[in-house]
């Protein structure tokens, strides 16, 4: 049998840090994007309550946290983080593993929403956007889910063929907020 | 420019994709003849003013809106969800 | 010359800086401008169009005249604004637009025919012969035009890009702004403070007066200090507000490390901001503009406001004997400061005859300055007074002609200022910017205790737009005095009057242009270049506009008034593209396999953003063709591996799935059978063919899509479209899975015998035929397996979630290798489609339908689809259309060109003979020919025809004979094997 050892989409890029802030990948057990099909968005709820002990999110919400969570990711879609859904959720959702198409980095540190300020055109300071707020928006040039998970800390979410361009845009922002503040 | 996502919030325009003139909810039937065709496809007005245009919040939450709008003063009247819109007109 | 005890320096600390190669010393605080005049430097540039001597004309970022360049080899800036820039120690500066030097600069020559260079000179001189033009003129003018220069080297400094958000922006830190600031910063608001300057407090810096009973700029310390501490004020120094643009949408130019020496490697230079904010207060203040009388331009000669600004605020008397003339009271308090301050006042010339002395200094009224001395900085000026002439001898002139208020903002969105006779100025018009309130001297407001009163009344309206509670805030006591003007345009006399400083635009320009009929103001700036300098007409705008109203007859508000676009002040190109240089200009996508296909020496190619092998060279291959020939003829006869990953993958899901796809599809979806894969036609609704591909159906709901690598974003949208805009009942959802899977193609006779020995359990032909797909696993990993094919050969498609591509990708090549099997690249796969007649975009370029592909039976007459009225429209099916066919070379041997046109043989190679051209071409080793896809007029009626191809840009013309476009096994033996 052939041996497959698998590389994550941010190996050898990341940590990095810069100032005070730092970046590292985070590795979800799994990744699973669910859709709720008409009007089945109560009963989908439902079974991540069951599997997650989250509810499905509200718009620019997430719920739970790290090892399980479910992240709003744009009209009518979650993504949701953690162990594998139920396998009856295919018959109220689109279920679909993306386990291996997202690059998750954790952006922290007291900057942090400085350097985000730097590539992002969404105002993500903590007086507006806190712990369990989530936006789909842009990362420089690219599609991004960004979440805040904790006090100065992020989880960006970009899709994995992007990584080493996100980790370079954002350590470029990294060092140059902490050449600021020397 | 910013636009209001009804499900985002208020963007900035960099976040959504162009159309053109929200007429395109409005598809004819297969047999509703040439003229209605054309219309639907290629005929344009070009108000100084008021109109309706469909926008993507593409890097967004990727919801088709349309966006009511004046062409003279750049005010954004309105935002509405593209599926709301069609719904309502059936 | 420094003054003692006055200026808001810092004394202790001595800077150490160079101008054209000389050593000066300055103080913490100083500008250029400031640092140079104190070491009695008063020469400091040369004009634009006449190489005239100049010295500083104002003390800020409105500065037309000293203008520097920064710095030597790849950082050097040209254009820098002396009276702006900091120096800092080891600042190297240096004139411009001066050969060979400041002092005698060779092209002043052109002072001498200032007659002959007048408004208009260039469209009047250089007609005629024609030719002249671009050979002998425009190189010359080119050469001799422009100020400082750039390196020609590679830009090293880094800018930035950056997003902001406020509820209230106050623009500018004079009184107005402070106060705006407080109130709204006091009222818990989210503001922003953006202060062009490289210290908040306005004109406050520069003027003796009190505030709340205090030096004002001890004021202003007070205020800043209790701002800073608060969580919801953002204070932004050295940035300028460049424009303003719809919903409240503010750009600004932040200068962060250009003012520091040896700043942090990872500083950016500059920061352009992208401000949000809810509502702005503009209290950017007002603008002294200069007198046009006659010989206005020497070193020497500022306005009375910069003079008082070096005074007051750097300590610097720009002269030891200074003259001061005016039509207004600030020409009196310029007068009053320089002599309290122990600088001698030569006169005071005040043009109004009633005006009364005010201090202890010589006072002409009624009188003007009509003409000055002084080559290289002024020695005299001739007054014209009711009792005759007088000269005077000073070095110093200071002029006051009024204040225009900085309305440049107003004016942003299309709203026109309005002419108020009392100020003799424009003042904005209300609303010109939604959600913008003007406050202070930019309102017209001109008194310090009127600018305080506006800002705070300023902010309460931008408060009360934001819904928030007003703070208790009083205004602090201030001066208070009337501003009492009288009109003063120009005076009359023998020599010129400059409007426009840097362009050399004088009054007699303005009249020329009024003479010659450019009597609209929009027609005269052109034709006399007066505001189009980098000041852009800051310093100039008013007052050509009232010389040309005296000339055309008119009052100045019906004449018009100026439009000022963004930007406020000049910005660097690189700081408007900050992040936007080298690898940043647009995202990278990488494939799983780019590292091994790097490291196996593949050049790769841009697939939109994707990065593609071109093709593997093996050693002694010295061209792309050796290398493609022979991964051609692996796949053809081995076996040959690519990675595919960049091809779009769209799950579909949902009751509704199939019913979707027969919606956008050409042909039906609904009717395939799980586990099995159809080829897809997609069209737009016009009836032309946006995209096609494969999709598999995995199951009952579920199917998964693939689209073209440049295909994948648009087909997505159109997904999403068609869904929400057309049919937003049917219950399906779309999800890219293009990222989740590794997918690498697995082409030639052996690729079931390379499968068989990945796979955890084999396949036949009759578990896997032709069209198939389903689930597989590989070393215990999950994967799907399609058996289709892009070369004709039997193939397949195996993909694995993405964490496994690369090993994947290395498992599959070693068995490749052992197969005589390898990799192939973008260049091998395009023979082999071509070979096979597969199109690509290269023929679905956007002006093609199903008709003319030969796919028109795609279309099902079972069902409506996406573009299906659109294709049957009688001029979408007739037989004359382009229509495809392949095309090779009646001598094999002979080049095809893509690009190139048809014609028939004996017809000429003209657009009306055109027959049709060549979408794609490639050399075939399999057919040892060169083959071409294309689309010739009425193409498959005329198989075996000969035509001829020219290409007239690169010069070849070959005879081909029209073929069938699958040039290789029509029945397709070889896939189904």
Sequence with gaps: MVNLVAKSPCAALLPLSAGNVTLTEQHPDALTSVAPFAEKEVEVSA???????????????????????????????????????????VQLAAVTDQSDAWAVMRLQGASSADVLARLVPVDLRSSVFAEGDTVRTELQHMMASITCVGTDCFDIMVMRSFAKTAVHDLHAAMKSVAALSI | MRLTCPLCGERDRREFYYKGDAIALNRPAPDAGTDAWDDYLYLRDNPAGVTKDLWQHELGCSAWIVVERNTVTHEVLSTALASDVKKATK | MRVTGKGLINRDKQISFSFDGKSYNGFEGDTIASALLANDVRLMARSFKYHRPRGPLTAGSEEPNALMTLHSGARQTPNVRATAQEIFSGLEVRSQNNWPNLERDVMSVNDMFSNFLSAGFYYKTFMWPRAFWEKLYEPIIRRAAGLGALSGLHDEDMNEKAYAFCDVLVIGSGPAGLMAALTAARSGADVILAED?????????????????????????????????????????????????????????????????????????????????????????????????????????????????????????PGK????????????????????????????????????????????????????????????????????????????????????????????????????????????????????????????????????QSGLEAAKTALAAVDAKVADVTAPQAEDAAYNIAPLWQVSGKGRAWLDFQNDVTTKDVKQAAAENYQSVEHMKRYTTQGMATDQGKNSNVGALAVLADATGRGIPETGTTTFRPPFTPVAMAT???????????????????????????PM???????????????????????????????????????????????????????????????MFSTLKVGRVRYGLMLREDGFVMDDGTTARLGENHYVMTTTTAGAGEVMKHLEFVHQCLVPDMDVQFISVTEQWAQFAVAGPKSRVLLNRILDSEIDNDSWPFMACGDVSMGGVQGRLFRISFSGEHAYEVAIPSRYGEALYAALLEEAKALDGGSYGMEALNVLRIE??????????????????????????????????????????????????????????????????????????????????ITSVCYSPTMKSYLALGFVKNGPNRMGEKIRMVDALRGVETLCEICHPVFMDQEGEKTRG
């Excluded at chain 3, 960049?646 to 042909?667: C, E, H, M, R, S």
């Design chain 1, 47 to 89: 079974s991540l309550t069951v599997t997650h002990g989250v509810a499905y999110p509200a718009v620019n919400h997430a719920v739970g946290k790290d090892g399980a969570r479910a992240i709003w990711f744009g009209q009518g879609q979650a993504m949701v983080m953690g162990g594998k859904v139920s396998d009856d959720l």
């Design chain 3, 197 to 317: 300057d490289s210290r908040f407090g306005g004109r406050l810096l520069s003027e003796v007066e009190d505030v709340d009973g205090k030096p004002g700029h001890l004021w202003v310390d007070d205020v800043i200090a209790e701002l800073s501490a608060m969580d919801n004020v953002r204070l932004m120094k050295r940035t300028s507000i460049v424009g303003a643009y719809d919903q409240g949408t503010y750009g600004a130019v932040e200068r962060v490390s250009g003012h520091l020496r040896g700043a942090h490697a990872d500083a950016p230079l500059e920061v352009f901001w992208r401000i949000s904010a809810k509502q702005s207060v503009l209290a950017a203040g007002a603008l002294e503009r200069p007198v046009a009388f006659p010989m206005n331009d020497r070193p020497g000669i500022m306005t009375a406001s910069a003079v008082r600004s070096y005074l007051n605020r750097w300590g610097v008397a």
């Design chain 3, 321 to 452: 004997r200074v003259a001061v003339f005016g039509n207004n009271d600030d020409a009196h308090r310029t007068a009053r400061d320089l002599a309290a301050a122990g600088v001698e006042v030569a006169a005071l010339i005040d043009s109004r005859p009633d005006s009364g002395p005010s201090g202890d200094f010589p006072i002409l009224t009624g009188a003007e300055v009509i003409d000055t001395k002084g080559r290289l900085g002024l020695k005299q000026i001739t007054v014209r007074t009711n009792a005759g002439m007088q000269t005077i001898s000073a070095d110093c002139l200071a002029m006051s002609g009024g204040w225009n208020p900085s309305v440049h903002l107003t004016c942003h969105m299309n709203g026109r200022p309005v002419w108020d006779d009392k100020l003799l100025s424009f003042v904005p018009k209300d609303g010109a910017i939604p959600g913008m309130t003007v406050a202070g001297a930019a309102q017209g407001v001109m008194s310090t205790a009127g600018a305080l």
């Design chain 3, 576 to 602: 408007l593209g900050a992040g936007a240089r080298g690898a940043g200009f647009a995202p990278q996508r990488f494939i799983t396999s780019h590292d091994m296909t790097v490291k196996a020496g593949a």
């Design chain 3, 605 to 667: 190619i841009e697939a939109g953003l994707w990065y593609r092998p071109s093709y593997y060279p093996e050693k002694g291959e010295l061209t792309w063709r050796e290398s493609t020939d022979r991964e051609v003829n692996m796949v053809r006869n081995h076996v040959g591996i690519t990675d595919v990953s960049t091809l779009g993958k769209i799950d579909v899901q949902g009751p509704d799935a199939g019913a979707f796809l027969d919606f956008v599809y050409t042909n």
């Design chain 3, 836 to 917: 096979k007649g597969f199109i690509t975009h290269s023929e679905i370029h956007g002006r093609i339908n199903a008709f003319d592909i030969g796919m028109e039976r795609m279309i099902s007459a079972k069902k409506d689809c996406i573009g299906k009225t659109s294709a049957a429209r009688p001029g979408q099916v007739a037989q004359d259309r382009d229509r495809l066919v392949g095309l090779k070379p009646v001598t094999p041997s002979q080049k095809l060109m893509a690009g190139a046109h048809f014609y028939n043989v004996g017809a000429e190679a003209t657009r009306e003979n055109d027959q049709g051209y």
